[in-house]
C-alpha cells in the first residue's frame, strides 16, 4: 500500500505539473494553422483548456478507482483507459499553447477532487466501478460533441483532437460495459452531470 501511495503521488505530481506525452502522432497537426480573430483563438483556448482539464480529471478518477480495486481485469483496463488520457492531455496541452491559452490555475484542486470521487465509487463493488467509467466516459462524449459545435469552423486543428478524444472515449465506456458496468441510478448520473457542469464553467475562465 505504501509503495502505491508513492507511485500514486508521483503520477499526481507528472500528471499536473509535468508536460504530457503522446505516442500516437497528434491528431490534425498535418492541418495548416486557421486563419481566426483574436477572439476565436481565445474562445477555441479557452474550450482546450477545459478539455485538458477534464483529462486531468480522468486520470485522477482512474488512479482512485485503481487504487481500491482488488481486479486485476478492472485494473488493466482502467491503465488502458488511463494511457490513452495521458495521450489526450499531450494533445490538448500543446494545443491550448498553439493558441496561445494557457492551462487551467486550479488543477491541482480537480485532481484531488476526482482522485477522492474514483476511491469513493470503487468502494462501492466492481460492477458499480465500472459502471462510473462508463457513464463518466459517455459525459465526456456528450461533452466533447457539444465543443465541436462551438469551435471556430476554420479550426480543423482543434477539431480533429476532440474529434479522435471522442472516438476514445466511446472505446472506454464499451470496455467497461463489456466487463461488467452497471447502469447508475438517475440521482448520481444527475449529481455527475453537476459537478462537470460546474467544473467546465469555471475551467473555461480559469
Known amino acids: 500500500m505504501i509503495d502505491q501511495l508513492i507511485i500514486g503521488f508521483d503520477r499526481a505530481l507528472r ?9 500516437r502522432p497528434v491528431p490534425g497537426e498535418a492541418q495548416p494553422e486557421a486563419e481566426m480573430s483574436e477572439e476565436e483563438r481565445r474562445h477555441a483556448a479557452a474550450l482546450m483548456r477545459v478539455n485538458h482539464c477534464g483529462e486531468i480529471c480522468a486520470q485522477a478518477l482512474y488512479q482512485g478507482q485503481a487504487l481500491m480495486s482488488d481486479n486485476e481485469g478492472i485494473k488493466k483496463a482502467l491503465a488502458g483507459a488511463a494511457q490513452e488520457e495521458t495521450e489526450h492531455l499531450a494533445w490538448t496541452e500543446r494545443r491550448i499553447a498553439e493558441l496561445g491559452g494557457r492551462k487551467s490555475l486550479l488543477n491541482p484542486l480537480w485532481y484531488g477532487g476526482s482522485l477522492a470521487i474514483g476511491m469513493l465509487a ?6 458499480a466501478n465500472l ?5 463518466t466516459e459517455r459525459q465526456v462524449e456528450a461533452h466533447l460533441k ?5 469551435l471556430p469552423e476554420q479550426d480543423l486543428r482543434s477539431r480533429e483532437i ?13 470496455t467497461a460495459l463489456q466487463l461488467g458496468g ?4 438517475g440521482p448520481v448520473k444527475a449529481a455527475m452531470k453537476a459537478g462537470s457542469k460546474l467544473m467546465t464553467g469555471v ?4
Open 203 to 206: 475551467a473555461y475562465w480559469v
Open 15 to 23: 500528471t499536473v505539473f509535468a508536460n504530457a506525452h503522446t505516442v
Open 122 to 127: 470503487a468502494r462501492f463493488g466492481d460492477r
Open 131 to 135: 459502471g462510473f467509467l462508463a457513464e
Open 162 to 174: 476532440v474529434e479522435q478524444m471522442k472516438v476514445d472515449e466511446v472505446a472506454h465506456a464499451e
Open 182 to 185: 452497471v447502469e447508475l441510478p
Open 146 to 150: 457539444s465543443h465541436l459545435t462551438r
